[in-house]
């Protein structure tokens, strides 16, 4: 592909002519950006590709935008043109299957945001609530920073925290803490949009309430967001961070659900504040545990083939300390885990920030940026017993996936807000599988044949999964994944974003 880029004196706009062997691409974009709008080799080969390095696709420009003006600019010209140019705006990239990315569009590279520097901004009082107001482009780890020097925290997260606010409100936002307090969508009161219009409306549940719904899980397919208000809490200290093994699924499931329970049926939530799972299937990954219990630890891998890990953690301050342990205490032994516990004291940054030491190590084995062909499902508390036998032991132990990272957690429908976009499975206690696999650049297919092996299982034993963080590959499949929101998902696509310019990447309209 060759790419030509002209200035006349007498243009009154700035015309992009993409030349192939057998067709030409005209793109014409508003002269007001020519300055921000990049064409060079690096910049389109950053925007080209995702941290799922496996598909790749060619935009026609990459938009650096220095403020949200900008963003206006290069939405309503496209919405103005006769023929409209589609638009991704991509955070850290952190997709799997080019969803931030724009083929012959235009792909915006969101954190050049941040060179005008912090948009964090702590308000609010103990009476009303406090907030963060945070740009769309930030951090989550930045967020993080901003608010415990004010002694406040968000309520809910993700694992990993160096990705943009904005990239996870528009799919959900899941962690250990969704199992109490939601996904990160439910804790945002009110944003900035700038829609497949170019128009910049502020949205809340009181104020342009359809906009706020649609966005929030919405796959970036009605508008850009540039600013949340986000929910503040005061923050702990310190974090009393449990792991416990179980040779059986049911048992381990039963505790699971034994401790989300425990907050439901108090009227003040406290504890425990995280909730995960995890498959152990390698007797040879058992860093985080003592040296002397690998060799027990790694004999019951080799008899059971899978262990399953419950990962729970507690926030608590000096003053809290002595109660924390003695209620900890007192629920613990309600479980049926093996008799070892293993027990972390850790800051709660540092507990937050967990994964980021993870990337460090990857990083500098050159492990970090490498295919990632994931697969993340939700599935419904009814068929989680058969997805254990049918995903775990049959298909990952017997088909030798047993380095895979695969993590296994409950959480309550009751904890997510259905006016919003994001979908996920009927019945009120629904479990969260996420496989995330890294792979070499010669044998990703292998593990993206096995997500297609654990889908087709799901299909034939009924069932009802749903994708989160999820592809597919026809509008159909879409249909089908929105299931009874579909017709909402696409009044809200044609009021907001009736030509069809944002996000194409995720293949639901484009």
Not at 135 to 164: F, R
Not at 177 to 195: A, F, K, M, S, Y
Not at 367 to 389: E, R, T
Not at 443 to 454: A, C, L, P, R
């Amino acid at each position: 592909m060759v790419a030509k880029l002209n200035f006349q004196s007498l243009q009154t706009c700035l015309v992009l002519i993409y030349m192939f062997t057998s067709s030409t691409i005209s793109i014409t974009l508003p002269p007001d950006l020519k300055d921000k709008i990049h064409i060079d080799p690096d910049a389109i080969k950053a925007a080209s590709t995702d941290y799922g390095h496996i598909v790749t696709q060619t935009p026609a420009a990459v938009l650096f935008p220095s403020s949200v003006e900008d963003l206006k600019t290069l939405i309503r010209f496209s919405f103005n043109s006769s023929v409209p140019y589609t638009i991704a705006a991509k955070g850290r990239g952190h997709s799997v299957h080019g969803e931030a990315m724009a083929t012959n569009g235009v792909v915006v590279e969101m954190r050049s945001l941040v060179k005008n520097g912090s948009r964090i901004v702590i308000g609010g009082d103990k009476a009303s609530g406090f907030y963060a107001d945070v740009g769309g482009e930030q951090l989550w780890i930045d967020v993080l920073n901003a608010t415990v020097q004010k002694g406040l925290t968000p309520v809910s997260w993700t694992d990993y925290l160096y990705l943009t606010v904005g990239g996870t409100l528009s799919n959900a936002g899941i962690s250990g803490q969704t199992h109490l307090r939601g996904p990160q969508i439910n804790d945002v009161n009110e944003l900035d949009v700038v829609t497949g219009k170019g128009e910049l409306v502020t949205c809340s549940k009181q104020q342009n309430s359809e906009l706020f719904y649609a966005v929030l899980g919405g796959l970036g397919q009605f508008g850009i967001i540039t600013r949340a208000r986000i929910v503040l809490e005061p923050a702990n200290q310190r974090v009393k961070w449990y792991r416990m093994l179980y040779t059986d699924f049911d048992t381990f499931n039963e505790d699971q659900e034994t401790l989300m329970a425990v907050n439901e049926s108090s009227s003040t939530p406290q504890f425990p504040n995280y909730l995960e799972g995890q498959l152990l299937m390698d007797p040879n990954s058992l860093d985080v545990y003592p040296p002397e219990d690998r060799p027990r630890i790694a004999s019951l891998i080799k008899q059971y083939g899978i262990l399953y890990v419950l990962e729970t953690a507690t926030y608590y301050d000096v003053g809290t300390k002595h109660y924390v342990d003695k209620k900890l205490h007192q629920l613990f032994n309600s479980l049926s885990s093996l008799p070892d516990i293993y027990t972390r004291d850790v800051s709660y940054v540092e507990f937050l920030n967990r994964v980021h030491t993870d990337e460090l190590i990857l990083r500098q084995k050159g492990l970090w940026d490498v295919p990632h062909p994931w697969l993340n499902l939700f599935i419904p508390k009814s068929g989680i017993q058969a997805f254990n036998n049918g995903v775990f032991k049959n298909i990952l132990v017997k088909q030798n996936f047993t380095t895979s990272i695969v993590l296994v957690y409950p959480m309550y429908r009751n904890k997510w807000d259905d006016n919003m976009s994001a979908v996920i499975p009927d019945e009120e206690i629904f479990y969260t599988a996420g496989f995330l696999d890294a792979s070499g650049f010669d044998n990703w297919q292998v593990f993206d044949n096995k997500n297609k092996e654990i889908l087709e299982f799901c299909d034939k034993a009924g069932i009802k999964v749903k994708k989160y963080l999820g592809y597919h590959d026809s509008k159909e499949e879409w249909i089908n994944h929105f299931g009874s929101k579909w017709k909402t998902f696409l009044d809200r696509k044609n009021q907001f974003d009736p030509k069809m310019i944002l996000s194409p990447g995720q293949k639901i309209f484009n």
